[in-house]
């Protein structure tokens, strides 16, 4: 028998130049389904669009847009990499040089359609392949599909928004809805943006999983709850006063978003490039059974939004009944909303119009029916036997879903995507008692600056209304089910999840210390301003007490996490670590008599959100050279350093202190910005309180080599073992770095401490 095989191109997920059979790669009723559905009418689109399924997706990646490297890396691959990659030849094959995403704003995300041999073995490769791995550890370059990078740009969040996350694990679009919240920082400004970003997932261990990912953007806004989407509980916001003028109690104020994503669960058919398994498994009855979760996922959400505020509903799946039938039955039961014309947005970007007909499939041998009645009337069982509601199908009115926009692999070489942007309109009209008072609510919930710090520093927020509480209803807590079995679910899940939160969520409680606290107070030894917000600093220990780490938080932050029982709403984090304690040893120098009183130091990930209130006096400045000699030892002596370095530096007390390398050249290594880095300083050494792989990521990057310990013991080693395999061809390029500790001193922070390497760069 004759086998047809296509050899596919790099793939970042899976080896390059695998072969795959055609036949793994058909799929019938996938093709039966989708040229009725999708409306492309053309044969030759037609055809464009299923070869496009069959090829492997190119690999993409984005630049942080906060960093203030991104500027620079973004010079680095337009003026290095792309004349250096251009014309590259391998194995008798052009390879072409990375190309940026036309569509994606001042070109920080890139496309590299490379062989993975090319990449790793390929002379002009290799470096690239180096810079990318690096960077990606240190958190400014993030690997993420192209059409995922979508709904955080059409959502266009600003530093004051409140967003929430539904469905935010792992968190790719999370990391870019954080960035645009920090996006107008410099380092001028404070680095603590007054909005908030929860990013919530029912799955527990993949919340924790976005809570890692995410590190690598330490934020103070930033809180992750694990509950399911559906029944998202209400969050409080604190009354200024539990009792009104007339003596009668006060509900305390729910939080309304200004921005909330909808990345919701699909049946994920448009990843079919980088998934090719889905050709096999695939059946037209995949997305029937979550269109039911979509829907009350986007329903809760519309009740949480303030007016004028904007959802972005996305789906990687091609299905109608899971992407406009959603929206088309979210918008017929939640009034005032309407979906948004984006067709000026994101120009460069081609696109394809929501469907407006549809015909769903009732069986997997894709048996349809015009309308809901016929398919009732077909069942044998009856009405009762029903899989499929009425909202599968197309609405009867006009609600322009050609507004939504669907993204197809043809169309610009990527994967199938899905994305409807939904606003709340402002309207005059509601003035009804419960609208009116979301106004109210809305009106002083959004304006953080009316967060007020009272004499102890407690956040207190003007936004109660003063009705008789028998008068005040929920904001929307109950969703507009389609049908009684909806109900029921909704029940169950409610059910589930209140038995959780109280039995099974393990997360410690949080406690905010007080900022006469003698920790608090020993932290302020890094010269911190006085509006420096030590009321923000909280604690997470059954104690409460100041044990080993210290987060920050905002305003906000703060004002929801007092507010709201955190069993009840599973937080599982809440702002950034900044400060931890120092354990172990002072270094060569030992034990020293000031040291009890600075036993806290600042962790690296942290000195983005303090730096603005460090007093620019007490900053240290060092040069190259001095930066040089911290990435080659561990603990390097003070009588190492040059005179004016040691004299400053030895000026200053046993503990955390911070240090600026001025920008410049020497000895053919360039810093091009001043870059602010964490030390500790002991009695007689000094060490650069940055993890492991940030060091090599620097040094590479500014002296063109890995310098660090590690670098040079990983180095040694490969060299070594290409010694003893002499002629077999070496894979890895990347140096394996080994643990650091061998000399004592200051505890580094495990692998978990970042990276945020740039970040302080001034
Ligand atoms: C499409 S993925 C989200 C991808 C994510 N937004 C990103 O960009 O990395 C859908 C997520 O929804 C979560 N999920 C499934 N059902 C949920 C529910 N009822 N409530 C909240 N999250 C849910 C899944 O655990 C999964 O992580």
Known sequence: MQVTVTKMKFNPDSDDLRVLRQSDMENEKFEEYYRKQLSIDDDDEWLRFLGSCRE?????????????????????MEKTYIPHLSGVIFEDQPIPPPMPLQWYPKGLAWQLNVPKKALRKSPEFKKFHSFLVFETEVGNITRQEAVSMLPP???DVEPHHVVLDMCAAPGSKTSQ??????????????????????ANDSDYKRAQLLIHQTARIPSPVFVVTNVDASIFPTLSLPPESTTNSSGRKVRPAPLLFDRILCDVPCSGDGTIRKNVGIWKKWNPMDGNGLHGLQLRILQRAMRMLRWGGKIVYSTCSLNPVENEAVIAEALRTVPGFELLDVSESLPSLIRRPGLTKWLPTASRDLQSYETYEHYLTSLPGGKGTARLVQSHWPPSEDLCLERCIRIYPHLQDTGGFFIAVLQHKPSTASLDRREGKRVAEEVEVTDVKKARLDGNGDVSMTSTTELPESKIEPPNLTPTETTPAVQKHTQRQRHKQTSAGDGGFKEMPYT????????????????????????????????????????????????????????RIRLMTAGTKIFTRQEGGSGRGGEDSTEKASRFRLLSEGLPVVLPYIKPESIVDANLSELRRLLETYYPLLSAFGEEFRYDIGSK???????????????????????????????????LMIDKKAKSALSLRVFGEDLTVAGRQAAAAKQKKSKSNEGVVQDTIVPEIETEGAESGPDQESGKEDLGLTAGGL
């Open 56 to 76: 492997p997706l190119p690999s993409t990646f984005r630049i942080s847009g906060t960093r203030q490297t991104a500027a620079v890396l973004t010079s680095v």
């Open 177 to 198: 809805l954080l960035e645009s919240l920090h996006s107008s920082q410099s380092l001028l400004d404070s680095c603590v943006p007054p909005g908030v970003l929860i």
């Open 512 to 567: 905010f210390i007080s900022p006469n606290d003698p920790t608090v107070e020993s932290c302020m030894q890094l010269s911190l301003t006085s509006d420096f917000p030590s009321s923000n600093l909280l604690v997470r220990n059954p104690a409460g007490e100041p044990a080993r780490s210290l987060y920050l938080t905002n305003d906000l932050v703060r004002a929801i996490v007092s507010a709201n029982e955190y069993k």
């Open 653 to 687: 007390l046993v503990g955390s202190h911070v240090v600026r390398f001025k920008a410049g050249d020497i000895d053919g290594a360039t810093l091009t910005h001043d870059l602010v880095l964490p030390i500790w300083k002991s009695t007689s050494s000094i060490s």
């Open 153 to 155: 740009l059409f959502l």
